[in-house]
């Protein structure tokens, strides 16, 4: 058997998995990454989730996360905003290539297909390194970037699966004890996504059913959204739909401890959850008719395709076995400051500021059949729902005692409850990053990720040359501003004067400035003139004239408005543009420079000018 010796091994080519390699070569370190599959980016890419949730705030497109959201919108016909479920929908395959040719550009990273861990290498309280079908690899530092956590199992390193109840951290979410949905879900379900394609008026090939079809347990699947919201959901482009539906959809639980049991039961449960997901897709056509059809080229073939590339290579796993670490992450360490917008900044052992990666998802667990109501963590912005903000510690990611080892996936020391903010795509991209730069600082430095000085693996990520990431969140200091390096220091020498409202005090709005999100450079970013109407705090509408989108139907506009016009949501990411819009008291006319965005009804404004006179080209109602 053949054996490898590297610096860093990186195990599993996941969202996490893939950031911790690139990371860890960019710095300098010799890398290998070995993954299962043929495509790089897991949630991103290969389960197919190609809508992520979360960051999705300009002052948050920061690191590798920033770099992927530009990348994205450079490469990907016809822009991002295509659902409304998210503002950055894609062909999975260009987010595929995206991460392939950072890997490739890397002559210090190795990238391994085909591989999956057999054994882990272990020297005393040492991980020394990973053995796989065709050859074992050693390395100073391994990082667990599996999707289910596999290292932890066969490293015999101290870890948890599934639920923690309310005695154990008093996290308010928590049940005070096992109910009959703990016992059917010990960690939340996975889904096996599908996409799906319009074929307009031809006629999609018929879905098979799957064995032991049952379409009943998809019935009410759309009941209160209708088909067309229920499609548009996960719109993406090229009229084609991402499958990932939690309501009488694709989730699927049955029996999740198959997933940690054995390689056997795994293959179980991964093929019923596959058979699950093509009968919804032939649920889907059955009652919405033969226009829809299994898309075509989306995915590369695989041994459970059957032939078919519209389905993931493997399932989007919501949860994983999750580290004993040196700090555990749990839902009070996520929730807002009282009376504020973000969580207090994490703190070590010595009483430094640990933050080294970043998020805002307000929390969200998925359990077929029940509904599981969590402790808000949710607040108006932009016009829209977003998450407080919340930021991750260094310890997260090292063993309580274990040496040589970070983990870089969902696989982080966190409760049962706060995994449902961790796990989401861009957070995982964010502790991949912060991974991957820990382990080549203790390579360039020679010591273990337990004696690594948090601060300077905060510095080097808040001044990588390629993706400097920030640590610290806030919401009115985007990446591009001249003093968010400043910012992020200070906070991280001060943390007692961080903001619990999330602004940096006294900065006033850029007014008129250039549009800076990724999506200001696509060709079909609309320019538009329309009357904002402050409908109530955080809530605006904008009016424009019939006919300028042509997806949208006449609103009912009220007097003094357009006498045909359409009515849209209006929303924004940009810190600059919200402050603009919360200052309006009384409707305004402006001019807007932004997206349109038919499935969600929404226009996405990325510049607004507000105009001081009644513009020439509108007729007023009578």
């Avoid at 308010?172 to 394609?197: G, I, K, R």
């Avoid at 903010?421 to 020679?446: D, K, N, S």
Wanted: glycine letters at 10%; hydrophobic letters at 40%; charged letters at 15%.
């Amino acid at each position: 058997m053949d054996s490898l010796t590297t610096d860093v091994l990186v195990v599993g080519g996941g969202t996490g998995g893939t950031a911790a390699a690139i990371q860890a070569a960019r710095r300098g370190a010799s890398v290998v990454l070995v993954s299962e599959f043929s495509w790089l980016g897991g949630m991103l890419t290969s389960a197919g989730v190609s809508a992520p949730d979360g960051n999705e705030l300009r002052s948050l497109q920061t690191g590798l996360w920033g770099a992927f959201l530009r990348s994205l919108s450079a490469r990907q016909p016809g822009g991002l905003d295509h659902a409304w479920v998210s503002f950055f929908t894609y062909d999975p395959g260009v987010g595929a290539a995206i991460f392939a040719e950072w890997v490739q550009a890397l002559p210090n990273l190795r990238w391994i297909t085909g591989q999956t861990p057999l054994a882990v290498l272990r020297e005393g309280d040492r991980i020394a390194g990973v053995r796989f079908q065709a050859f074992t690899i050693h390395a100073q530092i391994t990082l667990d970037g599996t999707e289910l956590g596999d290292l932890l199992a066969l490293g015999d390193v101290p870890h948890r699966w599934g639920w923690e109840f309310q005695p154990a951290w008093n996290e308010p979410s928590a049940p005070v004890q096992p109910t009959p949905m703990t016992e059917q879900y010990p960690v939340q379900a996975p889904t096996w996504v599908v996409v799906l394609q319009d074929f307009g008026e031809a006629e999609a090939p018929e879905i098979p059913p799957p064995p032991d079809y049952d379409p009943t347990c998809f019935e009410g699947a759309w009941d209160g959204y209708g088909p067309e919201k229920f499609l548009n959901y996960g719109r993406l482009p090229g009229d084609r739909f991402m499958i990932n539906w939690p309501h009488h959809g694709n989730d699927y639980g049955h029996n999740l401890n198959r997933l940690v049991q054995s390689a056997e039961t795994r293959r179980e449960f991964t093929q019923a959850a596959r058979n699950h997901a093509q009968g919804f897709a032939r649920f889907i056509q059955t009652e919405l008719g033969r226009r829809y059809g299994l898309a075509s080229k989306t995915f590369p073939a695989a041994p459970r395709s059957m032939g078919s590339s519209a389905f993931a290579l493997h399932p989007y796993y919501r949860e994983s076995r999750r580290l004993r670490g040196r700090s555990l992450v749990t839902e009070p360490e996520i929730l807002p400051l009282p009376g504020g917008q973000v969580a207090a900044l994490p703190v070590n052992a010595q009483g430094e500021p640990a933050a080294i990666a970043l998020g805002n998802y307000p929390n969200d667990h998925h359990y077929p059949g029940y509904e599981f109501p969590l402790h808000p963590k949710s607040l108006r912005w932009g016009g829209r729902w977003t998450g407080t903000l919340f930021s991750l510690p260094y310890d997260c990611l090292v063993p309580e005692t274990v040496e040589g080892f970070l983990v870089c996936e969902k696989n982080i020391s966190v409760s049962h409850i706060a995994n449902g903010a961790t796990r989401l795509q861009p957070v995982v991209l964010g502790l991949g990053q912060a991974a991957g730069m820990a382990a080549a600082l203790c390579i360039e430095r020679g010591c273990s990720p337990h004696n690594l000085p948090v601060r300077e693996l905060q510095e080097a990520l808040l001044t990588d040359p390629t993706a400097p990431a920030a640590v610290v969140p806030l919401f009115n200091l985007p990446p591009d501003h001249p003093d968010w390096l400043h910012w992020q220091r200070h906070y991280l020498d001060h943390p007692d004067q961080y903001p619990a409202d999330g602004n940096v005090p006294g900065r006033s709005p850029v007014v008129g400035a250039e549009p800076r999100s990724p999506q200001s450079s696509l060709p079909d970013s609309s320019a538009v003139r329309g009357l904002i109407h402050p409908v109530a705090p955080q809530s605006y509408t904008l009016m424009l004239t019939e006919g300028a989108i042509a997806c949208l139907r006449p609103a009912q506009a009220p007097r003094g408005t357009p006498s045909a016009a359409v009515s849209l949501t209006l929303v924004t990411l940009d810190a600059d543009i919200d402050a603009q819009l919360r200052q309006l008291q009384t409707p305004q006319w402006a001019s807007l420079s932004g997206k349109v965005n038919c499935s969600g009804g929404w226009f996405l404004a990325e510049n607004v000018t507000l105009l001081t006179s009644f513009p020439d080209q509108f007729e007023e109602s009578p």
